[in-house]
């Protein structure tokens, strides 16, 4: 369960990107984006980049959706919950039985989506 929670998080981060525009090659943001995967690249001494590279991670994801005022105030919230999401995903961390992870999320997605 705290596996799909993760993943519908991601998920969000991914689309709400979107819908915000973050990814649309002729938006002044896009190069924000371009320019990690150039940069990814080169730390891999590729010249060329792959298509894993147009995947970013939800940390890249979060930190695009932080550039606008009204995600900025759930920063907090999406990184402390994919943080303990993360850790009972890879058995750092032990699930009390609550069904808390799994309240906390819909309400996160709640809060992002009415934006």
């Not at 105030?73 to 890879?90: G, M, P």
């Amino acid at each position: 369960v705290c596996a799909l929670c993760r993943t519908t998080i991601e998920i969000a981060l991914r689309h709400l990107c979107k819908l915000e525009g973050f990814f649309e090659p002729e938006d002044r943001n896009y190069g924000i984006t371009k320019a990690y995967f150039e940069q990814k690249a080169r730390k891999e001494k590729r010249k060329y980049r792959v298509p894993e590279d147009y995947l970013m991670q939800p940390a890249d994801l979060r930190e695009l959706l932080n550039k606008k005022p009204e995600f900025r105030k759930h920063y907090n919230d999406i990184r402390e919950l994919y943080a303990d999401l993360s850790r009972i995903v890879h058995g750092n961390k032990t699930v009390t039985g609550s069904g808390n992870e799994v309240r906390r999320t819909i309400e996160l997605l709640h809060k992002l989506y009415e934006i």
